[in-house]
């Protein structure tokens, strides 16, 4: 079975341009988290989609940060502009259903670095 | 809002136990859980406490004491492979189920 993916794997990009991270979750699954993991923080929670509805967004850094659920099978994790001090991995997860958050199963990352 | 603390750093012998603690206070609490991350992989579900006492899982045991707002992960015959980062994470009560991660205790396992 195909676990969770996500693209690109690395990104490397220049202060000021947009990125875009993608993920695809499990399917089936119907809650979808967005993580943003650091040295410093450890794993944020960014943003929680259940049913591809946004639940609590209040982990979204800033107005940079956007991120959308079109469909039950892939979401995306946009930034612009992007900074510096957003270089981290980025890891999407889902879980069965928002009964079993604690089950979740997360992507292999993106590493993202902003020069 | 929800504070975890974990140690940053554990070094222990291959072969030994290894106990990592957690602490946690939480204005609502459901559950917690462990996740292992080895470096540069995403973290993988380990265990999950819900209610007093202890879940064994071959060599590895999570407790919890919601008293006392503490857990810990026991890992037993340790191994080389066993050295990751063990990540402490509770599930609060409420509207939805909110899930907040410590930042970790990375375990380094010696010859």
């Known amino acids: 079975d195909a676990g969770v993916i996500q693209s690109p794997r690395h990104e490397v990009t220049e202060m000021g341009q947009e990125v875009t991270l993608r993920c695809k979750p499990i399917?089936?699954?119907?809650?979808l988290f967005w993580y943003r993991q650091t040295m410093m923080r450890g794993l944020e929670l960014l943003i929680y989609?259940?049913?591809?509805?946004?639940?609590?967004d209040s982990g979204m850094p800033e107005d940079r940060f956007s991120a959308k659920m079109p469909n039950a099978s892939f979401s995306t994790l946009k930034i612009q502009p992007s900074e510096p001090r957003d270089s981290a991995v980025y890891f999407c997860?889902?879980?069965?259903?928002?009964?079993?958050?604690?089950?979740?199963?997360f992507g292999p990352g993106t590493r993202l670095t902003v020069t | 809002g929800q504070n975890i603390d974990q140690p940053t750093e554990m070094t222990a012998t291959e072969g030994a136990i290894v106990q990592i603690n957690c602490t946690y206070q939480?204005?609502?609490?459901?559950?917690l859980f462990w996740y292992q991350q080895h470096a540069g992989e995403a973290p993988t579900f380990l265990s999950y406490?819900?209610?007093?006492g202890l879940e064994e899982k071959g060599r590895f045991s999570s407790f919890l004491s919601r008293s006392k707002g503490y857990s810990y992960l026991l890992l037993k015959e340790l191994q080389m492979k066993d050295s990751a980062s063990y990540l402490c994470?509770?599930?609060?009560?409420?509207?939805?189920?909110?899930?907040?991660f410590g930042t970790g205790t990375k375990l380094q396992v010696i010859p």
């Open positions: 997860a889902s879980s069965p259903s928002s009964g079993r958050v604690y089950e979740q199963y």
């Open positions: 399917s089936g699954h119907n809650s």
């Open positions: 989609f259940n049913n591809n509805v946004p639940i609590d």
């Open positions: 939480t204005s609502g609490f459901n559950g």
């Open positions: 406490n819900v209610l007093d």
């Open positions: 994470a509770v599930v609060n009560s409420g509207g939805y189920q909110k899930v907040t």
